[in-house]
């Protein structure tokens, strides 16, 4: 079964300033997705970058950026520029781009953004 | 609507009554998933359908979870004979297709006292 870790329960970051939060999975697939989702206080999960296993470009949304090492099976988000808004849980997601079958999450870290 | 919809957003139920929560997917979405997420916890998956068939339901906890939809739209899990442990946030989530992004409504947070 697939699986996904996030080591770091909690993470803070000073405004403007880089953080990066872990994310390890364990596949024995070569074609899947994986996503990093926020969660605010509303509960509304977003997604907030999405990677294709097959593309060996690193995917990058304004300020956000993914490091992902497919060797390795690791799935860094490193965001840039902290502002107070990214303060949220973070979650970091698998699904196989085969069959009918869920995304499965990690159990996510929780970023504070310091003023 | 724009995105996906769940009611209510809040329940808050005896030990042992039943309970059904109601998720309205983005139209023309084919996907309809349903996780259960506890306090401080990433989702965890509870079943799946494409359109109106359930095509996974190994999630659901036990026999008292039930979940439908009938039309390929709107999706109902119901709860028997609710329990503490079942106090949670129930996620739905729809997707064009399987195995691509997936977009989530707020969430049902109930709680079984």
């Known amino acids: 079964a697939q699986t996904v870790t996030q080591s770091q329960p909690e993470m803070s970051v000073q405004e403007a300033e880089t953080v990066t939060l872990s994310c390890t999975y364990d596949?024995?697939?070569?074609?899947?997705?994986l996503f990093w989702y926020k969660q605010p206080p509303s509960r509304q999960m977003i997604l907030v970058i999405r990677?294709?296993?097959?593309?060996?470009q690193n995917a990058t949304e304004n300020r956000f950026s993914v490091n992902f090492q497919k060797a390795a099976k690791s799935f860094s988000l490193k965001i840039s520029d902290s502002q107070l808004g990214d303060a949220a849980m973070y979650f970091c997601?698998?699904?196989?781009?085969?069959?009918?079958?869920?995304?499965?999450f990690g159990k996510g870290t929780r970023l504070s953004v310091i003023a | 609507g724009a995105g996906v919809s769940q009611s209510p957003r809040y329940k808050v139920a005896k030990r042992g009554q039943d309970v059904a929560l109601r998720c309205d997917p983005i139209?023309?979405?084919?996907?309809l998933f349903w996780y259960q997420q506890a306090l401080g916890q990433g989702p965890e998956f509870l079943t799946y359908?494409?359109?109106?068939?359930?095509?996974?339901k190994s999630g659901l906890p036990s026999d008292r979870f039930f979940a439908e939809r009938p039309e390929g739209s709107v999706s109902t899990l119901k709860i028997q004979r609710t329990q503490q442990e079942d106090s949670a946030v129930y996620l739905c989530?729809?997707?064009?297709?399987?195995?691509?992004?997936?977009?989530f409504g707020q969430g049902t947070r109930l709680t079984v006292v």
């Open positions: 989530a729809s997707s064009l297709v399987v195995n691509t992004e997936a977009f």
């Open positions: 359908f494409q359109n109106e068939a359930q095509l996974d």
């Open positions: 139209s023309g979405h084919v996907s």
């Open positions: 997601a698998y699904v196989r781009n085969s069959g009918n079958t869920p995304l499965v």
């Open positions: 596949t024995s697939e070569s074609d899947y997705y």
């Open positions: 990677q294709e296993a097959y593309k060996q």
